[in-house]
T-cell receptor, first 113, second 113 residues
């Protein structure tokens, strides 16, 4: 157990819908990262938050948004879903200092039908 | 910005033989290089990491070497076992990147019995 909790584990939804993925980082970690992993693909970085503020953006679509709350949990919102959004979405957390080891959650498998 | 290239994309070795996966990076100031292992359907997990002030690090059957001059680092797995079959990702952290991990594309390691 990495200490990073993601919910839900599985999500099936229809095209055009909106979903919210949730992540609770490890205790003490201030930095949260979101990644998308399509079938047999690498880790595509979406966005990073540090102590409530957006720190870096990757290849995140305009239909996607995220935030980190005062209690440090984070949510990734995906809207106007398309078939191609089906993927495994990982959240990772780290202390956010020079100790950059990232711990991953178990992921949320999103299936858009 | 930093760019990490990983080779090979697929590596098949006989059980008991050694496996070597190599990553090259572009930003000579990058200072942290972790390796993650991802088993099928599971989250990536850190297996070993190295910082720029060290040339080699070992942990039982796995080792990582860093050549700062050539800007590459490698993962070495000796006496491979079936449970080593997985996808391996390398990453690099350039300074001033908000402790961002820049990922390689991954190597699928297949251990043949």
């Amino acid at each position: 157990d990495s200490g990073v909790t993601q919910t839900p584990k599985h999500l099936i939804t229809a095209t055009g819908q909106r979903v919210t993925l949730r992540c609770s980082p490890r205790s003490g970690d201030l930095s949260v990262y979101w990644y998308q992993q399509s079938l047999d693909q690498g880790l595509q970085f979406l966005i990073q938050y540090y102590n409530g503020e957006e720190r870096a953006k990757g290849n995140i679509l305009e239909r996607f948004s995220a935030q980190q709350f005062p209690d440090l949990h984070s949510e990734l919102n995906l809207s106007s879903l398309e078939l191609g959004d089906s993927a495994l979405y990982f959240c990772a957390s780290s202390v956010g200092t020079d100790r950059t080891e990232a711990f991953f959650g178990q992921g949320t498998r999103l299936t858009v039908v | 910005g930093e760019n990490v290239e990983q080779h090979p994309s697929t590596l098949s070795v006989q059980e008991g033989d050694s496996a070597v996966i190599k990553c090259t990076y572009s930003d000579s100031a990058s200072n942290y290089f972790p390796w993650y292992k991802q088993e099928l359907g599971k989250r990536p997990q850190l297996i070993i990491d190295i910082r720029s002030n060290v040339g080699e690090k070992k942990d039982q059957r796995i080792a990582v070497t860093l050549n700062k001059t050539a800007k590459h680092f490698s993962l070495h797995i000796t006496e491979t076992q079936p449970e080593d079959s997985a996808v391996y990702f390398c990453a690099a952290t350039p300074p001033g990147s908000n402790y961002q991990l820049i990922w390689g594309a991954g190597t699928k390691l297949i251990i043949k019995p």
